[in-house]
């Protein structure tokens, strides 16, 4: 049974650097993709960016609009924990919102769709303030 827990999240003020991880249990990390995903107040959930199961990070198509900074958002993972990482950097009040992660077997060099994910966690809030 694959199983997913967020950690991570809590108060931020803008301009920090954030890390969120994701521990993961039940799978095989290098037939994996593990996407980050948000879900702001009041709005539809988004993709950010997957960790491949080549180890690699893509980011989903809705980061190359609406303003969205790539730059500032990155992921890695430590197959030996079988966690997975998302880093923020430079935090933005826009940038408040719970952050799930997610899982799925996919052996490709990319990010699979978001309804390919049947595995969830729980998510974790970030909030953004000074």
């Known amino acids: 049974q694959v199983q997913l827990v967020e950690s991570g999240g809590g108060l931020v003020q803008p301009g920090a650097s954030l890390t969120l991880s994701c521990e993961t249990s039940?799978?095989?990390?290098?037939?994996?993709?593990v996407g980050w995903f948000r879900q702001a107040p009041g709005k539809k959930r988004e993709g950010i960016l997957c960790?491949?199961?080549?180890?690699?990070?893509?980011?989903?198509?809705?980061?190359y609009f609406d303003g969205f900074t790539q730059s500032r958002f990155s992921s890695s993972r430590d197959t030996a924990s079988k966690t997975v990482y998302l880093q923020i950097d430079n935090v933005e009040p826009g940038d408040t919102a719970v952050y799930y992660c997610?899982?799925?077997?996919?052996?490709?060099?990319?990010?699979?769709?978001?309804?390919?994910?049947?595995?969830w966690g729980q998510g974790t809030l970030v909030t953004v303030s000074s």
């Open positions: 960790s491949t199961s080549y180890g690699e990070t893509r980011f989903y198509v809705e980061t």
């Open positions: 997610a899982a799925t077997f996919f052996y490709f060099r990319d990010c699979p769709a978001p309804d390919r994910y049947e595995n």
């Open positions: 039940g799978l095989t990390m290098d037939y994996y993709a």
